[in-house]
């Protein structure tokens, strides 16, 4: 048997376990368990807060935050992306600094970024593409088709905005060693001042801007982590801070509870981030970084430490795929007569039917892991330098088509395909642009 037959044949934990073993000493273990919570924890978020249900024999697409406002609360722990965007500051920070160590360039780091991230979003957007196309020609109502594809693809809007701040990182570290946490508290005097323009005098798309505000300000605390700036003493502080402005926030302002989008809210935490997001993440932040000790100590657990290395192998697809498995069940229970689906979201019985529900949507997520996850595991290397107006203007057009896909869906209610092409097209060409170009082909797979 070969090599690589062998390897072939070894179960996901095996091969899991071999890379944990491989792992340098100096690695900082807590940095891919904090990646992996934060993930799983959207994914289980997404998969409580969805709450369909059958109405006069067809679906409903119910919203446990509306049904059950006390649940909004619970948004303060499940809404987690601060602590991607912290992980990502201290990942960008350390791999920028040892690129420039080592005399790299920004196009080969970014344009390896670039690759790593947007190469497991393609075959989503294929996928569902068709889906859409098939679906409109076979006569599904075109509500249905939108309904699902939109759901399935809103984690894609993330992306948009990471890869963003990603390009970014040789001006966002440039100020941080110039400045240091003046970087940071500069960027929360801009989310403040976005904020108060948008909400106290109504300036129209303003509040856009604290995309970059709030997100920038938390990746840079990802610097501050990387140089030991947020020591676990400082970082309760930090963490009691963070949430005691939060509480205020909350009383006192304009803020609703819920740190994501509740359907009919007047103003949304999240899409884009306002100020209460950026005090969650702030406390989010330091009390994550307090209990660094501990969790370095429990990471020396073989076993533990595996389970981290697993998930982090296969976190995109994870990520990008977690909703389409929630599609799946629910097509299949609709097609099954609506078992299931008569229980009333929020009542006793339907949280008891979850763990049942959970069960499902692994069962459903686990062939599409092993199917897609492959796209994630490129090297992103690049043969060549590619120009920086090819890489930003492949960024953009990624950005675009990510950001209008979890905005409009891709699936149209007018045409006669039932897509909207240009949308789907702007990923893959902007993909083409940063990536598969003469002067910049991909080192694996081309």
């Known amino acids: ?43 289980v978020g997404h998969w409580l807060v969805a709450a369909p249900y059958m109405k006069d024999g067809a679906v409903e697409g119910g919203h446990l935050l509306g049904i059950l406002p006390w649940t909004q609360w619970l948004t303060w722990g499940f809404q987690v992306m601060p602590l991607f965007f912290l992980v990502g500051g201290f990942s960008n920070g350390m791999s920028w600094a040892a690129t420039r160590r080592n005399g790299g360039s920004y196009s080969g780091w970014y344009g390896g970024r670039l690759q790593r991230l947007i190469n497991p979003v393609l075959p989503l957007f294929l996928i569902w593409t068709m889906f859409a196309l098939f679906g409109t020609a076979l006569g599904v109502e075109r509500g249905v088709v939108a309904m699902a594809a939109q759901l399935a693809l809103i984690p894609v809007w993330f992306l948009s ?26 960027l929360v005097a801009g989310a403040v001042a976005i904020d108060v323009a948008a909400l106290r005098f109504d300036v129209p798309y303003v509040h856009f801007l604290n995309f970059a505000f709030v997100w920038l300000a938390i990746h840079q605390l ?28 909350v009383r006192f302002g304009p803020y609703p509870v819920a740190m994501i989008g509740v359907p009919g809210a007047e103003l949304s935490n999240s899409m884009p981030p306002t100020l209460a997001l950026l005090a969650l993440g702030i406390a ?15 990471l020396d657990d073989i076993t533990r430490w595996t389970a981290v290395v697993l998930v982090n192998g296969m976190i995109m697809t994870i990520y990008l795929w977690h ?7 629910m097509v ?22 979850r763990p049942v529900w959970f069960a499902l949507y692994i069962a459903a997520l686990f062939p599409l892991i092993l199917l ?34 979890a905005a409009i869906s891709i699936a149209s209610p007018e045409g006669v395909t039932g897509v909207r092409l240009w949308v789907v097209a702007l990923p893959f060409i ?8 003469p002067v910049h082909r991909l080192a694996n797979g081309r």
């Open 284 to 298: 989010q932040s330091g009390f994550a970084l307090a209990l660094e000790p501990a969790g370095r100590r429990m």
């Open 372 to 405: 897609f996850a492959r796209y994630e595991r490129a090297d992103g290397k690049a043969e060549g330098e590619t120009p920086h107006w090819r890489l930003i203007l492949g960024l953009v057009l990624i950005s675009a088509g990510l950001a209008a896909t």
């Open 161 to 186: 905005v990471y890869l963003t701040i990603a390009a970014l990182v040789p001006w966002s570290w440039a100020a941080w060693r110039r400045f240091g946490m003046l970087s940071f508290w500069a």
């Open 1 to 43: 048997m070969t090599e690589t037959a062998a390897a072939a044949r070894k179960s996901l934990w095996s091969r899991a376990r071999d890379m944990a073993m491989q792992a340098p000493p100096e690695r900082n273990r807590y940095v891919d368990f904090l990646r992996a919570l934060s993930i799983l924890a959207v994914v």
């Open 323 to 329: 909703l389409t498995a929630f599609v799946l069940v």
């Open 222 to 249: 990802g610097f501050a982590w990387s140089e030991g700036r947020l020591p676990p003493g400082r970082a309760l502080i930090w963490g009691i801070g963070g949430l005691a402005a939060l509480l205020l926030l």
């Open 332 to 353: 299949a229970a609709w097609l099954l007569g609506g078992v299931g689906l008569d229980v009333a979201p929020g009542s006793a019985a339907w949280w008891l039917a």
């Open 430 to 437: 902007g993909a083409a642009v940063a990536q598969f170009g």
